[in-house]
């Protein structure tokens, strides 16, 4: 059941966009079966902005199929992001959040070369933003300079960017949760979305056989995800991966949520609610989101160890997916996978409390590390010395050094839950299917964070046109593999070779696409702190983990 509340807000924006339409000059228009859409003309592209990919959702309900819209809709401007935890500010700047908010958030953004029709064909690259499953919108990436760069070399493209639920209203857990079959909403938001590229996306000029699921960090994780699916038998919705700063996850499962549901029921009055499920669904949105805020953040003390985050739920993610990959039980299709240098610096800042040797120790164990033996945490210890010579950023000898286990603990994080289960990912994948992976070592001048998290985003989606040129080998690459599968092989017929040529990742081989200061692009081998990360994914694999990121 909608709330009136919900409806409300559903309604105001419709008489607003209505408006606006009436008053807008002429442009794109695209009809679906549900509505018929105005975007906008932006140079050789057209945009379609906050089209809707579900009926509005009450809190904690499945998107469904879209509802019937009536007269044309405004699509110029970008809908409505889903609400957002509040972060922590641990860091030092802070990242720009949506302006506009709202529960009924369940639309999606469309890049399409303007010289299209319904038979075009272009293939297609849905991409999720990244957000640490608490946060993000699909606003926060510019596509246009990607859309245009794709045109300029012949190998026209569609790129599509959904919104979907974050922190409690799109990962809550626990038992009533998975009794009330609303397990990973956040996760199967992206699957309705990809439904809805499969129906709709020839009307931008798309093809629904050619789709490219990608994303960044969260994103990234959640690509992962959606391959391990079923095991790896479930979607057949899209032909490629493409993975930036992010690969798997271990998971543990829905019920192990059940502290975090219950201190939401006690905040919100709903303790001696017959349905405690329904009394936060009916919680008023502030009160709500007041409360859950309260709950640990990405950038808290808690840091990678998140409470909003994907679960094992014997359905959409049916055991851990550490286990899962490295039983080979994912989907066969090509990948791109890659990570940043120093992962771990942009989420060391939450901990600059911890300045001792013992307190390493003390925090690694009770945050990350919770079943973990005494010798378990003492080898980690060992593997990751105190030196600042070997923590992150890395290859900076002692600079960077902002506490005394600052570069310790950027370096452990890092590649427990980023570097070394996508090491792990690429080792299994490159058996069975087409992989490739890269390493951006970009801005390690940059004080305390190097060549941080998520800092690669940049090299595949440049801000601009000259960068975009600039940064032909990235951007070409992924152009590419959007069209042939082959980040190395162009669809265009008159085509000139990558300047370089990306090599599939193969085991004890140079495999890594690397990018380096300044402008230098070779070929590495995934072949450093080989030791300490086998040490790490021994641990995924034991389930010592499985309360992380």
């Given at each position: 059941m909608i709330s009136p509340t919900i409806l409300c807000i559903y309604t105001l924006l419709s008489v607003s966009l209505s408006a606006a339409v009436a008053s807008a000059a002429s442009g794109p228009t695209v009809s679906l079966d549900y509505g018929r859409f105005l975007g906008v003309n932006d140079g050789n592209l057209t945009k379609f902005l906050g089209v809707p990919f579900s009926a509005p959702t009450a809190r904690f309900e499945l998107a469904r199929a879209p509802s019937p819209l009536h007269g044309l809709q405004n699509a110029t401007v970008f809908g409505p992001a889903c609400v957002q935890q509040a972060l922590s500010n641990t860091l030092p700047f802070t990242f720009p959040g949506p302006t506009v908010t709202s529960e009924a958030c369940l639309n999606?953004?469309?890049?399409?070369?303007?010289?299209?029709?319904?038979?075009?064909?272009?293939?297609?690259?849905?991409?999720?933003?990244?957000?640490?499953?608490?946060?993000?919108?699909?606003?926060?990436?510019?596509?246009?300079?990607?859309?245009?760069?794709?045109?300029?070399?012949?190998?026209?493209?569609?790129?599509?960017?959904?919104?979907?639920?974050?922190?409690?209203?799109?990962?809550?857990?626990?038992?009533?949760?998975?009794?009330?079959?609303?397990t990973n909403l956040g996760l199967r938001d992206q699957i309705a979305a990809l439904e809805w590229v499969h129906k709709y996306i020839s009307a931008f000029g798309g093809d629904p056989n050619r789709v490219i699921l990608g994303g960044l960090s969260a994103g990234a994780f959640s690509t992962g995800l959606h391959l391990i699916s079923n095991n790896g038998l479930g979607l057949d919705l899209f032909r490629g991966a493409f993975m930036v700063s992010g690969s798997l996850i271990p998971s543990p499962t829905v019920v192990d949520g059940q502290s975090t549901y219950d201190q939401l029921v006690a905040a919100n009055n709903c303790?001696?609610?017959?349905?405690?499920?329904?009394?936060?669904?009916?919680?008023?949105?502030?009160?709500?989101?007041?409360?859950?805020?309260?709950?640990?953040?990405?950038?808290?003390?808690?840091?990678?160890?998140?409470?909003?985050?994907?679960?094992?739920?014997?359905?959409?993610?049916?055991?851990?997916?550490?286990?899962?990959?490295?039983?080979?039980?994912?989907?066969?299709?090509?990948?791109?996978?890659?990570?940043?240098?120093?992962?771990?610096?942009?989420?060391?800042?939450?901990?600059?409390?911890?300045?001792?040797?013992?307190?390493?120790?003390?925090?690694?164990?009770?945050?990350?590390?919770?079943?973990?033996?005494?010798?378990?945490?003492?080898?980690?210890?060992?593997?990751?010395?105190?030196?600042?010579?070997?923590?992150?950023?890395?290859?900076?000898?002692?600079?960077?050094?902002?506490?005394?286990?600052?570069?310790?603990?950027a370096a452990f994080g890092g590649d427990l839950y980023l570097t070394g289960l996508r090491r792990l990912f690429v080792q299994h994948a490159s058996k069975t299917q087409n992989t490739w992976s890269w390493l951006s070592k970009r801005g390690k001048s940059t004080l305390y964070l190097g060549a941080y998290h998520t800092s690669d985003m940049a090299l595949w989606f440049p801000a601009n046109a000259k960068d975009?040129?600039?940064?032909?080998?990235?951007?070409?690459?992924?152009?590419?593999?959007?069209?042939?599968?082959?980040?190395?092989?162009?669809?265009?017929?008159?085509?000139?070779?990558?300047?370089?040529?990306?090599?599939?990742?193969?085991?004890?081989?140079?495999?890594?696409?690397?990018?380096?200061?300044?402008?230098?692009?070779?070929?590495?081998?995934?072949?450093?702190?080989?030791?300490?990360?086998?040490?790490?994914?021994?641990?995924?694999?034991?389930?010592?983990?499985?309360?992380?990121?």
């Open positions: 999606l953004d469309v890049f399409s070369p303007a010289a299209h029709d319904a038979h075009s064909k272009f293939p297609v690259l849905v991409f999720l933003f990244g957000g640490g499953f608490e946060a993000g919108s699909s606003a926060a990436t510019d596509f246009r300079p990607a859309v245009e760069r794709s045109i300029l070399i012949g190998e026209p493209v569609v790129i599509v960017a959904p919104n979907y639920r974050v922190s409690a209203f799109g990962f809550l857990a626990g038992k009533e949760v998975a009794e009330a079959g609303l303790t001696n609610a017959r349905d405690t499920l329904d009394c936060l669904r009916q919680a008023p949105l502030d009160d709500f989101l007041a409360t859950v805020n309260r709950t640990p953040d990405l950038f808290s003390s808690r840091s990678l160890s998140l409470v909003w985050r994907p679960r094992v739920d014997g359905n959409l993610i049916p055991r851990n997916p550490v286990d899962i990959v490295q039983d080979g039980a994912f989907s066969k299709v090509p990948v791109m996978v890659g990570n940043c240098d120093d992962e771990g610096t942009l989420f060391a800042y939450s901990s600059l409390n911890i300045t001792t040797d013992s307190e390493f120790v003390g925090y690694i164990h009770s945050n990350y590390l919770l079943t973990g033996t005494p010798a378990q945490i003492a080898r980690v210890a060992e593997l990751y010395p105190q030196d600042p010579v070997q923590g992150a950023p890395f290859n900076t000898g002692s600079a960077n050094k902002l506490t005394p286990e600052f570069k310790r603990i975009a040129e600039e940064e032909s080998v990235a951007v070409d690459a992924l152009i590419n593999f959007i069209n042939t599968l082959d980040p190395n092989v162009s669809a265009a017929p008159k085509a000139s070779n990558l300047a370089i040529f990306w090599p599939k990742y193969q085991m004890n081989s140079a495999g890594l696409l690397t990018f380096s200061d300044p402008a230098v692009i070779n070929v590495t081998a995934d072949d450093f702190r080989v030791q300490e990360m086998q040490y790490l994914i021994n641990l995924h694999l034991d389930g010592i983990t499985v309360n992380g990121f």
